[in-house]
């Protein structure tokens, strides 16, 4: 799961990608640096599973953050540059940091709303940048009359200031759009970044409101204190949390809130060689799970062999869940459910 961090200047996004990753990047510097991290996903039910099991290796799911860089101006025009539009075409999903303290360094002063407009207006024009060169190439083509109607479409909404994640798509139409890169179809949580007195406090509603207009998550915290939590020992940071009021951590609500904004969820593969998780979107059927691990399991699918985890955590062993019922075969269309602990059978 690979997800970009964007803003503009003094919003503090590398403060808030340090206090995810534990990187220690440098914060208000105007470079043209990306910076990338990853975290394992903190998962209980792994945890469980390797204390049960003790085998050679325990892999969690992992999720990468990538910092890009401000606009090379300062961001003075409210505007970012073409090459970090050009790299959010590479990530699943965005979150965007908004500044919600005061900044004496900064042009202007804080305005949720007003960074949350011009964010999306930069990735509505992006797009209808590439929209209007594709049909305008397509003019000079025979046999593309389907393509054409769809990116008409697309420009329409567009022409309208809505991102293209508000267009409704049949399958095709989204196979068709896959290879343009178009930013404003990644799905997007906004970040409130505020002061260390703010942190406990409501979400304004002025930017609850435009959140909710554009169907977007919100999330509030404080880059500067979670930065200083994931510098802390794990015996120093429970205390710390209880002090500000906190019950846990902002990587652990980032973590929690991203999978839900890509749809994803985890199935458990587990035995005396390896125990992991395996990140796939929620609806997979278990053909294509199977995939994850590799692609010969997909192609020579026989059955699989499921658990739900916390059957498997009550009997304890594959053979009392087999004799208690909770050890079911299913085919290829079985849709895998978050936590199933899975065997796949295969021949090739």
């Known amino acids: 799961m690979k997800v970009g961090i964007a803003g503009f200047p003094r919003s503090g996004k590398t403060t808030i990608f340090n206090a995810l990753s534990g990187q220690q990047a440098d914060v208000g510097a105007f470079t043209d640096k990306v910076h990338l991290g990853s975290i394992k996903v903190p ?3 792994i945890e469980w599973l390797s204390e049960h099991f003790k085998p ?3 892999t969690y799911a992992e999720m990468v953050f990538v910092d890009f860089p401000a606009p090379a101006d300062g961001g003075s025009s409210g505007a970012l540059d073409q090459g970090t539009l050009t790299q959010m075409r590479e990530v699943e999903a965005l979150v965007q940091v908004v500044r919600g303290f005061p900044d004496d360094l900064a042009e202007h002063a804080a305005d949720p709303v007003r960074d949350l407009n011009n964010f999306k207006g930069e990735l509505v024009l992006n797009d209808l940048g590439i ?16 393509e054409i109607a769809l990116l008409q479409r697309c420009k329409d909404t567009l022409d309208a200031e809505t991102p293209l994640r508000k267009l409704e798509l049949a399958p095709e139409e989204v196979s068709t759009l896959s290879g343009f890169g178009f930013i404003s179809r990644l799905p997007i949580m906004v970040v409130l970044n505020v002061g260390e007195d703010e942190v406990r406090g409501e979400m304004p509603a002025s930017l609850r409101q435009a959140l909710e207009a554009d169907g977007l998550e919100g999330l509030t915290l404080s880059g500067k204190i979670e930065m200083e939590i994931s510098a802390l020992d794990a015996a120093d940071r429970q205390g710390f949390l209880e002090d500000l009021g906190l019950k846990e951590t902002a990587r652990d609500r980032f973590i929690r809130a991203a999978y839900q904004l890509l749809d994803q969820i985890s199935f458990l593969t587990a035995g005396e060689d390896e125990v992991r998780a395996w990140t796939i979107k929620r609806g ?10 590799h692609s010969d399991i997909e192609r020579g699918f026989i059955r699989a062999e499921v658990t739900a985890f916390e059957d498997f955590k009550q009997y304890g062993s594959d053979a009392k869940c087999r004799e208690a ?11 895998v459910q978050d936590g199933d602990i ?3 059978r295969f021949n090739v």
């Open 43 to 45: 998962d209980a039910r």
């Open 56 to 58: 050679r290796k325990t």
């Open 131 to 146: 929209v209007e060169k594709r049909l305008e190439r397509l003019k000079k083509e025979k046999g593309k009359e389907r």
């Open 284 to 293: 997979t059927p278990a053909v294509k799970a199977a995939g994850k691990i």
């Open 325 to 335: 019922g909770k050890l079911r075969l299913e085919g290829k269309e079985y849709i």
């Open 342 to 344: 899975t065997h796949f």
